[in-house]
């Protein structure tokens, strides 16, 4: 299915919406000028268009399977790893002390967006890559860093992410595998892990599965918790893959999307691994790793919100039918189309504002965008990945009967999406974070932010006078909810949260693409959409979220269930 990389909205969006020239005049990114920004994106469209987007359909018509033990992944899958790694697609934003370039989180995000959208299966093993660099750079010792570093950085090795046990999802503290000190230093890790995305293929040189497990006597919950690092195979004097590691794929998960991508329950027996950060600090080393994630996942909501848009527009243009020609002429799909169009552009622009705000929090160490980035980052993640879901089931219905017909792949989107808003921490617990630890600052972070989306709609009155009055209303609505719920208790702040984010972002979406009006006249019909018909549903959204916990326990497990229960 032709894609095609969203290149120039890559490049305006960073330049004149999210803020990225303050970026590039740090120190510390100086190198990310506008040459260096046109060389990495262009680069990586080629990649996309060329080698990624061919292998989309293969990989859901011909999915990754588990034979006699080893993972058999779809036909082209290993060429394109190749050609990423050979890309230095791996290693966008590692250090250049393993062999990384050193580039912004604003760069790599953008990278992931047209990754995600060409081909999100094979996507995936780089972006756990991504996430276990950055994990192993904050928390590895240096003998750690020095082996396992750049072999991820190159991509000659793999890495995955092992929380899940069959007991303990989202409650990661319920986890029981287990390790214990041997006399070398090492430790034996023993236990069950599942859901592992890329745990193995038939490609990779080595796979390096970090793996949280609890030391004996370790605190119960998540305190008694420590990270692993556990190799497929372990490495030899040279640093080679030598001896096979006690571990295996048991089974490969069915799964209604990203078939191309396995998805593994994996067993521990006794596996040799190393302690990765302090005993028991497990988590913190793990959610870098996370924390990476959740952006990287919201870029790939976005990345699948784009091809879907571009598949349906295409079919809209092609397709005839009734005496108006194409069925772009009628009202009701140029209103989905526009929708898509808009909703695709303000998941990405919190997005590339989340990475900006991560770029400088790194370059400066300025609590203030480091307090920004945190905020943020939930948004980006929830709003990235239901935008993927609804602008990809929009999608469908732009092709009627033939989008729930596998051979146009508009249904593969909407499978493959699906589970964006499931992993690296479920779009609910994105909320509960936003309105729990993320405004335990008296909500002054975002306080400030909206602030700075007043300032900008009150420079806008000349220029756009119905927009940035608009906008500047929705957040003085969302400055007073906001107000409301850091005054409430955890149980209200919790039962509102996931419409307060919907809201958060639908505020956002409008401030942005106000800049983007601002910046590009062009721009003016889109933002007209976005601001006009689809941020009023913030108002809604807030007053669902003043409700609170109120009546929700009311409603029974009795009055739910089909029938009623027993006493």
């Not at 497990?213 to 008694?224: E, F, K, Q, Y």
């Amino acid at each position: 299915m032709p894609y095609r990389a969203p290149v120039a909205d890559l490049r305006f969006l960073p330049s004149h919406v999210a803020g990225f020239p303050r970026v590039a005049a740090t120190a510390r990114f100086a190198e990310a000028s506008d040459e260096t920004v046109g060389a990495i994106l262009s680069g990586a469209a080629r990649l996309c268009e060329e080698v990624l987007a061919p292998l989309q359909r293969l990989g859901d018509t011909h999915p990754a399977r588990l034979e006699n033990g080893l993972v058999r992944t779809p036909p082209g899958f290993a060429g394109g790893c190749r050609a990423m790694a050979e890309g230095g697609w791996f290693s966008v934003a590692a250090d250049p002390a393993y062999g990384g370039m050193g580039l912004p989180v604003t760069l790599a995000t953008a990278v992931n967006d047209m990754m995600s959208g060409a081909c999100i299966a094979l996507h995936l093993c780089n972006l756990l890559n991504q996430g276990q660099i950055e994990a192993l750079e904050h928390h590895a010792d240096d003998r750690v860093k020095a082996l396992y570093l750049p072999r991820l950085v190159s991509g000659e090795w793999l890495g995955t992410m092992n929380l899940t046990e069959p007991q303990a999802g989202s409650d990661v503290g319920a986890l029981r595998t287990r390790a214990e000190a041997r006399d070398d230093g090492s430790y034996a890790i023993t236990g069950q892990k599942i859901y592992i995305t890329w745990a193995d293929t038939d490609f990779a040189a080595n796979i390096c599965h970090l793996v949280l497990a609890r030391l004996p006597g370790a605190p119960a919950g998540t305190r008694g918790i420590s990270l692993f690092l556990v190799p497929k195979f372990l490495p030899d004097a040279a640093g080679n893959p030598g001896l096979r590691n006690a571990l295996q794929v048991v089974s490969l998960e069915h799964k209604l999307g990203l078939h191309g991508s396995p998805t593994a329950v994996m067993q521990y027996d006794g596996a040799r691994g190393w302690m990765v950060g302090a005993p028991n600090g497990g988590m913190a080393a793990m959610f870098t790793m996370m924390n990476n994630a959740r952006l990287a996942v919201g870029a790939q909501g976005v990345g699948i919100a784009e091809a879907a848009t571009q598949a349906a527009v295409r079919h809209a243009m092609g397709r005839v039918q009734g005496g108006a020609g194409a069925i772009i002429n009628h009202a009701d799909v140029r209103r989905m189309l526009a929708t898509m169009k808009a909703e695709v552009f303000s998941a990405r622009a919190i997005a590339l504002s989340c990475a900006v705000a991560i770029d400088m929090a790194r370059a400066t160490g300025a609590p203030d965008w480091q307090a920004r980035a945190a905020l943020l980052t939930p948004i980006a993640k929830a709003f990235g990945t239901d935008t993927g879901v609804d602008v990809a089931s929009m999608g469908i219905q732009v092709h009627g009967g033939m989008g729930f017909i596998e051979e146009t792949g508009a249904a593969q989107y909407l499978r493959d999406v699906r589970v964006t808003t499931i992993y690296e921490g479920t779009n609910g617990i994105q909320a509960m974070d936003l309105v729990g630890r993320k405004m335990m600052d008296g909500g002054e972070a975002a306080f400030r932010l909206l602030d700075e989306v007043q300032a900008d709609a009150e420079a806008a009155r000349q220029t756009l006078p119905d927009l940035a009055q608009d906008v500047r209303t929705a957040a003085e609505t969302l400055r007073q909810a906001t107000e409301w719920m850091v005054a409430q208790s955890m149980e209200d702040r919790f039962a509102g949260s996931v419409a307060y984010l919907r809201a958060f972002a639908r505020v956002l979406g409008g401030h942005l693409h106000l800049r983007a009006a601002l910046a590009d006249a062009a721009r003016q019909p889109l933002a007209r959409v976005a601001i006009r018909r689809l941020m009023p549903e913030h108002t809604g959204l807030l007053a669902q979220a003043r409700e609170g916990a109120g009546g929700l326990f009311d409603v029974s497990p009795g009055d739910l269930a089909a029938s009623p229960l027993p006493p």
